[in-house]
């Protein structure tokens, strides 16, 4: 027997399943190789996050941008043939190795397959590509159709991974959770034999898949081509923005307790009323060095419009006891909008005039809130470290001192704590059944991020930030078996895969943490074996079957 | 026969070395004998000199260590050393044999998925190990289960069970083991239900290497790319369901052999690196419908003779030029588990590891009559699986 060459495969296996059947014209199509020699490689090998690739060794050895369906189970085939590893990329904002660590192998890159189309008439089913950006999917539905996808703030973060990861964002109490709208996914997997298969999944075709990618995150099954939502909510019309800011030089440890507190109880007093599912507000909390930290609101009422504040009004009235600062500071008001991920809470806010006599709120269009915001697109970054947590009750008082011993320390010099309120119609039990987010009893969702720019500062960053995060999750009221984290118990309800955070794969209970104690990780198990027998799709937090 | 007794002049049969294991027994086991003397009586009658060198260490992949031994000139083991290092699988030293690279059988390391290789400096005078550093594999590539080094002594490649890849790792000027560089994982079934499992690697220049893989019936040709990617040259075909999974060859040397693990056979090819046909099959044999599946071959240094080891006996083949093989001899070895041989350079002895029973046998080599002596227990320790040696 002599060596045969390997032969080309047919990239399409359609196994009886709902897929469609490429055409002889697709199946010419190539998606656009960019390999090291490429003027366009140091940009296109990495993500926003520039701490990865974590080495050299771990670049990738190319990326391939596909622009359609067919290039990307083209990409897909021929990279499976090579024997590479294949990573999937949306836009890049992974805030883990998950992606750009791929040590020769190849990087197939979606961001280019963005439609966002709806049926006729501003009907749905409502149709994304992975490479959808946010900003442009509101922009999109909004012109043809007036609706919203509920999802995230970051204008350029595309739909691959936020939507399959859970979504969530501005709305998420008042509409919910973007898995909470998905109706089908187009996606391609691997089989035993190596071979390609597009499939169509829903709640009747491979249902234990369409769970697993409502939230289960698609880097852990294949490559998504499309989500559709066969319906969406109405947008608002309108927002008001609010903010509101304390003065580090003048706060005290009872003081930091009560703005902590009373944030928190807000939320979850007012869970279950509805009429209060219009407010989001992130609490954004700083170290001391930063001079102030505040609180940031973006409220619509349930019919969309902001004619009656008195909902935001009742909200901001809870911090008068917190004496907010009352003068203003020079640049008051030169501030972008409050309530945007990743907006610079080191800076006073448009609001900061609680103590004049009446709140401080600029009214804007839904439309030009949800798409003013930048995010940063291809090249840019820093580096950056993320944690996450959700909590169930407002803060204690031993958690909280936690927090302001770390954030007064400068140990934590750079952090930022963003406290998000939660909950509200995210709050369905039913919803813990049939999508792969069991997070549905939180009323806050915690963000730790840090973000710097010289790799001589990581170890002081990433100590800093692991620091905070333990002394957090090491009171009382943490689980005393998971002390560290914010481990499933009556206050917690662990953490977000979508802000995902290595740090916790050092505990062999991680899985649990992210996907709960009940049955999602045994499914999530069960459908990696199904569909990715060989683990093709994997990464550090990947599902281990 | 008594241990102890020269057996240079006699060929052993498979009766008379059943008739030594019932005696020995009898006696209480191997385990009555002292190790060190019983190999020193045997290897101190010993008159057949070796132009080529005689081993002067030994290590072992035992569990969660490494056992190092000295080797006296009169043949006496001693160990001199155990260092700790997690599920050891398998184990080589390096072409000047100045460090050793020991893969670690594990899920995780660094709390990542994925398995690791330990490099070890050894001191030239004492054998001696120090630790030089422990690098992970390629994400999933959980409990390595082989290694081989490019002959120039710059490369690693190593084989994974988990994630059926091959991992690319470079060796720096140090000896330690840098970062991986590229994962190449093969895909596909054959007779098997099962997925492809590259179970051995076997670099045959410095930037190419050959995989077999016993779950797809083929061996795969790898080219090292820039000294650091992997690319998928050609595969090799072989029988549909011989499960290939073991392959040998002295280094330098264009003829390979490969055994079955399923199916006890064995193949001899020849490298052609000039040709279209990379590999050229020469000649399969079948060992004796009684045989089972092989776990482990070795190649004598002359390339006259091969030994293949299954559940009950180590087979003795005889090589010709042509890579013809034919069984000459069949030594009911008494291992409860082996899990690999190894021959000396000097072509002496053929040592053997049995996992289940601990233990670390040696066997005297009778390259005239293509036989072994009954063996001789050099040590115990827990679950040994590998076993390599250090002859400069």
Redesign the interface.
């Given at each position: 027997m002599g060596f045969d060459a390997p032969k080309p495969k047919s990239y399409l296996n359609p196994s009886g399943n709902r897929t469609s059947n490429l055409t002889r014209e697709h199946r010419r199509k190539m998606p656009t190789t960019v390999n090291r020699q490429d003027t366009r490689f140091p940009i296109a090998s990495r993500g926003h996050n520039l701490r990865f690739p974590s080495a050299s060794a771990d670049t990738a050895g190319r990326v391939e941008y596909c622009e359609n369906v067919e290039d990307a189970a083209t990409a897909l085939q021929k990279v499976i043939d090579a024997g590479l590893r294949p990573t999937v990329r949306s836009s890049g904002h992974c805030y883990e190795d998950f992606i750009v660590n791929n040590p020769n192998g190849a990087i197939l890159d979606v961001s280019m397959l963005n439609h966002v189309t709806s049926g006729p008439n501003g009907s749905g089913p409502f149709h994304v590509q992975p490479g959808s950006m946010l900003g442009n999917i509101y922009q999109e539905f909004y012109k043809r159709a007036n609706v919203v996808l509920p999802g995230g703030t970051c204008f350029t973060v595309c739909a691959g991974g936020h939507v399959s990861g859970g979504g969530y964002g501005v709305l998420a109490r008042l509409r919910g959770i973007t898995v909470d709208w998905l109706s089908s996914v187009d996606i391609l997997t691997v089989d035993a034999n190596g071979k390609v298969v597009p499939r169509r999944v829903d709640k009747t075709h491979d249902p234990e898949l369409f769970r697993a990618l409502r939230g289960g995150q698609g880097s852990n099954f294949g490559m998504i081509t499309g989500f559709t939502f066969n319906e969406l909510p109405p947008a608002p019309i309108e927002v008001m923005q609010a903010g509101i800011s304390f003065d580090w030089a003048t706060m005290t440890p009872d003081k930091f307790v009560n703005i902590l507190i009373t944030f928190g109880k807000y939320f979850e007093e007012h869970d279950q009323t509805k009429e209060t599912w219009g407010i989001f507000a992130a609490m954004g909390l700083n170290n001391i060095s930063s001079g102030r930290f505040g609180i940031g609101i973006e409220f619509t009422n349930p019919d969309g419009t902001v004619k009656d504040v008195s909902v935001l009004n009742d909200f901001m009235d809870h911090f008068q006891k917190c004496k907010p600062i009352a003068e203003a500071p020079p640049d008051y008001g030169l501030q972008s909008g409050p309530g945007r991920r990743g907006g610079n809470f080191q800076r006073p806010t448009p609001g900061d005039s609680v103590c004049y006599g009446e709140h401080v709120m600029t009214r804007s269009s839904w439309i030009e809130s949800a798409t003013g915001g930048g995010g940063g697109g291809i090249g840019g970054g820093s580096r950056a470290k993320y944690k996450s947590a959700y909590m169930k009750k407002t803060f204690t008082e031993a958690e909280a001192l936690a927090l302001y011993k770390l954030l007064t320390d400068d140990r934590s010099r750079g952090l930022i704590v963003a406290v998000d309120s939660y909950g509200g119609a995210t709050n369905n039990p039913a919803r813990i059944h049939d999508t792969a987010i069991p997070q549905r009893a939180s009323v806050l969702k915690l963000q730790y991020q840090s973000y710097w720019q010289d790799e001589k500062d990581d170890e002081f960053r990433l100590k800093g930030i692991r620091d905070t995060y333990t002394a957090a999750y090491s009171t009382p009221v943490a689980s005393q078996a998971h002390l560290g984290t914010p481990f499933w118990n009556d206050h917690y309800e662990g953490c977000y895969m979508n802000y995902p955070d290595v740090d916790m794969a050092a505990h062999d209970f991680w899985p649990q943490l992210f996907y709960g104690t009940g049955d999602l990780y045994p499914l999530l198990q069960r459908v990696k074996k199904t569909y990715d027998p060989h683990n093709i799709f994997h990464h550090t937090m990947s599902i281990r079957a | 026969m008594k241990p102890g007794q020269s057996n240079s002049s006699r060929a052993w049969t498979r009766r008379s070395f059943v008739q030594t294991v019932t005696s020995l027994s009898a006696l209480g086991g191997f385990a009555s004998l002292p190790p060190v003397a019983a190999a020193s009586s045997i290897l101190g009658s010993d008159s057949g000199a070796s132009s080529k060198p005689s081993p002067r260490f030994a290590y072992v992949a035992a569990a969660q260590s490494i056992h190092v031994f000295r080797i006296a000139p009169n043949g006496s083991w001693q160990r001199t050393q155990i260092v700790s290092t997690p599920s050891p699988s398998a184990l080589l030293l390096s072409p000047n044999q100045s460090h050793l690279y020991v893969t670690n059988a594990v899920d995780s390391f660094e709390?990542?998925?994925t398995g690791s290789v330990h490099a070890f400096t050894v001191d030239t005078s004492t054998g001696l190990l120090t630790h030089l550093n422990r690098q992970g594999l390629?994400?999933?590539a959980t409990r390595p289960s082989h290694l081989a080094i490019s002959p120039d002594g710059r490369r690693l490649a190593v084989t994974s069970a988990g994630?059926?890849?091959c991992n690319l790792l470079?060796i720096q000027p140090d000896g330690s083991v840098?970062?991986?560089?590229?994962?190449?994982?093969?895909?596909?079934?054959s007779l098997h239900p099962d997925?492809a499992r590259p179970q051995a690697v076997h670099f045959y220049t410095d930037a190419s290497i050959l995989a077999v893989d016993a779950t797809t019936d083929r061996i795969s040709?790898f080219a090292v790319v820039d000294g650091?990617?992997?690319?998928?040259?050609?595969?090799?075909?072989?029988t549909p369901g011989s499960s290939p999974s073991h392959i040998t060859a002295q280094p330098g040397s264009s003829l390979l052999f490969v055994a079955g693990g399923l199916d006890p056979t064995i193949t001899s090819l020849r490298l052609q690196p000039n040709e279209?046909?990379?590999?050229?099959?020469l000649y399969r044999l079948s060992l004796p419908a009684r045989a089972s599946a092989i776990s482990a071959l070795a190649i004598h240094p002359s390339q006259s003779l091969l030994f293949a080891c299954d559940a009950t006996s180590i087979w003795t083949a005889r090589v010709n030029d042509s890579g013809v093989l034919t069984v000459a001899n069949e030594l009911q070895h008494g291992l409860k588990r082996p899990a690999s041989l190894v021959v000396s350079q000097d072509g002496r002895y053929l040592i053997a590891t049995d996992r289940s029973r601990g233990a670390l046998l040696q066997f005297r080599i009778d390259p005239q009559q293509a036989s072994l002596a009954p063996p001789i227990e050099l040590a115990h320790m827990e679950s040994p699986v590998a076993i390599t040696l250090k002859h400069i």
């Open positions: - | 709390d990542r998925p390629a994400l999933a994630a059926t890849s470079p840098g970062r991986v560089t590229a994962s190449l994982k093969q895909i596909g079934s997925h040709s650091e990617a992997l690319a998928l040259n050609a595969h090799h075909p072989t279209p046909t990379l590999l050229l099959d």
